[in-house]
């Protein structure tokens, strides 16, 4: 026991009352708990006492709830000024470092949920209310809503780190194969600096085999992408347009999209749409209301009827997708489910209209994985469902099959997907649910799709390797086999069409009748001309090495195989002018999103396509002999000035389409330039005088300017093809702020 204090004597008793006390005993405020509770003396020392120390107690110091004035040791507050002090200087050493490393956080003081009405053509924010509001059944127009609580635990953003670390900027190299356009432009530009004798075209020696190199390009990863930063719009994830906003955006979805890619059940879509607009939004699954905002992001990315601006719909579209990317970004690759591999789809269908093509790619490697994980590329695991749930998984696998012969002839690299896969996966034809009277329009549409991609996939196979390698020695005769065989299928798949998905010619109505069924047709008609360049390109290609090469090593017998391959070629070339009529009939008649033919940026992509050939033909005609064609040359150029008037025509304020128009009016310009002498090169610099097909300057054929063609950006339209050209006007556009980082896709 510790000892107990003793009590002062009578005569320490009268010391103290007759003078100051020789050695008094310091008093403390507050004595700890151990203390109080043994009722021995207490010393008060800070975080311990001596005498819980000794004994091993637990120090703590508690006021009770009598205490009114507890006195604190002048050292103990010194001790804690002492660490504010410290902690405030360190704080204040870090933020100098830290200072233009950490962007400043959103003002919080605003309610996320006013955001979620996206109106992006208003500058000035609303102003924020008194209280947050209230999630509920939205009654009225221009309401944002939030949905307050998703099913599935939200993934925390990766918070930045406090060291003080400057990030180098990061480049990309990505590979684009034969089949992709990147790579018969490369042949094309080849050929050019062969005919000018440019210092930079490849040596005699060496030239056959660089005439049809793939091509490995690298690009830095511009700061001002199209993604784009943060803005109030998108900074919550659950936040939601107005019911008005979102039912306008459900329907041109369905009418448009969903029509094209049928892997989503409406009723069902809108059925979960309409249980959470009952509940005001309040309970909703984390991945349907995902894939919910990028419904949304593809539908205003084509809305027209709410701006004709691109950019604005761009920045609509892109808070959609943010918020989207904010749900399920994460999720999507930890769970597995048909709404995350839905998710994943309109992600990599969105990435293709908005120069994102690296998303694009990446994106869909996770939704082949999720797709096999799912088990959608068997019937082994549909035995248990009923058959609109068996419908709509096969329609998912068979979109997933057609995006990869897509991209795969996109971008030239080999397809995921191989045919012994879909056996017996094939859609049902004239499938309709047993509650509907009506024709499954998009059901017929896909399967008729899904059969001709089973064409492409064939010709990616044969000839192109699967984009697997380059035949340095290329085998014309394989070539012209290949070709026959598979025009003998793609014309056959054409014959066997239903009747209300016929294919379209120049002068048939149903170009400018605009129904649904029209639009399919028309889609359906693109689609059959640019599987038919894509088997013919080959033969074009062949021919275009062959003329353009400076060594006289060809045979007779190899001649004989090229005059073969010329002939065949004009296919290609009759399939690229059908491409540009058709388009350009529907265009002139009816520019509005209303007309035939649907989403804008699939569009783009067979046009530029078409375009491409064109330009080829037209080199062709103007250097491939001794005397120029110049009727093929004159018709060549008319083609280009309607493919010009299409790009003008399909969209406003487009950056995308707007370097299209620039890439090919260059391209043509210099396809089709008179061979000249090198003294004369620098004065076409200085030419600006509009082309026959209102075509930009031409540029010198030296090597400083057929360096940046050779060395080609991982996207098409990389700035740095232009910086030896002289400004051409665009519609005010530049070429030099960094926006063209993505080039259009296949649909």
């Known amino acids: 026991m510790p000892e107990q204090p003793r009590k002062p ?50 120090c703590m110091y508690e006021p009770s709830d009598s205490a009114t004035n507890v006195i604190v040791r002048k050292d103990y507050v010194s001790d804690l000024e002492q660490r504010v002090s410290s902690v405030e200087h360190n704080l204040q050493r870090l933020n100098d470092v830290l200072k233009g ?205 709410y701006t ?57 490697g996770l939704v ?56 017996r996966r094939e859609p049902a034809s004239g499938w309709s649910p047993p509650t509907s009277d009506a024709a499954d329009l998009p059901g017929d549409f896909l399967a008729v799709s899904f059969r001709m991609y089973q064409v492409m996939s064939k010709s990616l196979a044969i000839q192109y390797g699967t984009n697997l390698d380059h035949d340095t020695d290329p085998d014309e005769m394989a070539h012209l086999k290949a070709s026959g065989e598979l025009r003998k299928q793609l014309r056959l798949w054409a014959v066997n069409l239903p009747p209300h998905l016929q294919l379209c010619d120049v002068e048939s109505d149903a170009l400018s009748q605009n129904t649904k069924a029209n639009r399919l047709r028309v889609i359906l008609t693109m689609r059959y001309h640019n599987l038919s360049i894509l088997i013919h390109k080959p033969l074009l290609s062949a021919t275009i090495r062959h003329l353009f090469r400076q060594d006289d090593t060809a045979n007779e017998s190899s001649s004989y195989l090229i005059q073969l391959a010329m002939a065949e070629a004009h296919e290609c070339v009759r399939s690229a002018q059908l491409t540009i009529d058709i388009v350009h009939s529907v265009i002139s008649v009816d520019s509005t999103s209303k007309n035939n033919l649907g989403v804008w940026y699939f569009t783009l992509y067979y046009v530029f396509t078409a375009s491409l050939v064109i330009c080829g033909r037209l080199l062709w005609a103007q250097h491939g002999d001794t005397v120029v064609d110049e009727a093929s040359v004159s018709h060549m150029k008319f083609l280009l000035s309607k493919a010009e008037a299409i790009f003008l025509n399909l969209d406003h304020e487009n950056s995308l389409v707007l370097s299209c128009l620039e890439y090919i009016r260059r391209l043509s310009r210099m396809c089709g330039k008179k061979e000249i002498a090198p003294d004369a090169a620098s004065a076409i610099m200085h030419d600006n005088g509009p082309s026959s097909t209102g075509s930009a300057d031409a540029m010198s054929f030296n090597l400083d300017n057929m360096d940046p063609f050779q060395l080609f950006a991982s996207e098409m339209f990389d700035p740095a093809i232009f910086e030896h050209f002289h400004q051409s006007p665009v519609d005010g556009m530049s070429f030099v702020n960094g926006l063209w980082e993505g080039f259009p896709c296949g649909g």
């Open 9 to 58: 004597s009578d005569q320490e008793q009268d010391q103290s009352e007759t003078g100051p006390p020789t050695n008094k005993r310091r008093r403390i405020g507050l004595a700890c708990n151990a203390c109080r509770s043994r009722k021995s003396r207490c010393d008060g020392q800070r975080p311990s006492c001596s005498s819980c120390l000794s004994l091993g107690f637990d």
């Open 308 to 364: 004709t601006s691109s950019k604005k719909r761009f920045e609509r579209s892109n808070a959609f997708y943010k918020r989207a990317l904010g749900l399920c970004n994460e999720l999507s690759k930890r769970v597995i489910s048909l709404e995350i591999v839905h998710y994943l789809i309109l992600v990599v269908l969105h990435c293709q209209g908005t120069s994102r093509s690296v998303q694009a790619w990446n994106n869909y």
């Open 101 to 305: 490393h950490l962007s400043p956080c959103n003002n919080t003081n605003t309610s996320p949920c006013q955001h979620g009405n996206i109106n992006v053509g208003h500058s000035m924010p609303s102003p924020a209310p008194t209280a947050p509001a209230k999630a509920s059944a939205p009654s009225g127009a221009g309401a944002g809503t939030c949905a307050t609580s998703l099913e599935e635990p939200q993934d925390e953003e990766g918070i930045p780190n406090g060291m003080a670390m400057t990030f180098v900027e990061e480049k990309t190299s990505a590979f684009y194969g034969e089949a992709s356009n990147i790579n018969f432009t490369q042949l094309l530009l080849r050929a050019i600096a062969a005919v000018h004798h440019s210092p930079g075209a490849p040596s005699a020696l060496d030239r056959a085999s660089v005439l049809g190199e793939n091509v490995v390009a690298s690009v830095s990863q511009s700061k001002g992408s199209l993604g784009g930063s943060a803005t109030p719009l998108d900074s919550l994830p659950t936040a939601l347009p107005s019911v008005e906003e979102m039912d306008t955006l459900l329907d041109l979805y369905f009418d448009t999209a969903g029509v094209v890619f049928p892997f989503i059940h409406e009723e069902t879509m809108r059925s979960t749409y309409n249980e959470c607009r009952l509940n005001g939004f309040t309970r909703a699954r984390r991945t349907w209301l995902g894939t919910l905002n990028m419904v949304f992001a593809m539908a205003s990315n084509f809305d027209r009827d």
């Open 368 to 423: 082949i994985r999720s797709a096999m994980a799912l088990g959608l590329h068997t019937e082994s695991t549909e035995r248990s469902l009923d058959p609109v749930q068996k419908e709509y998984r096969r329609r998912t696998w068979v979109v997933i099959y057609c995006l990869d012969k897509v991209l795969s002839t996109a971008v030239g690299r080999p397809a995921s997907i191989p045919d012994e896969q879909m056996t």
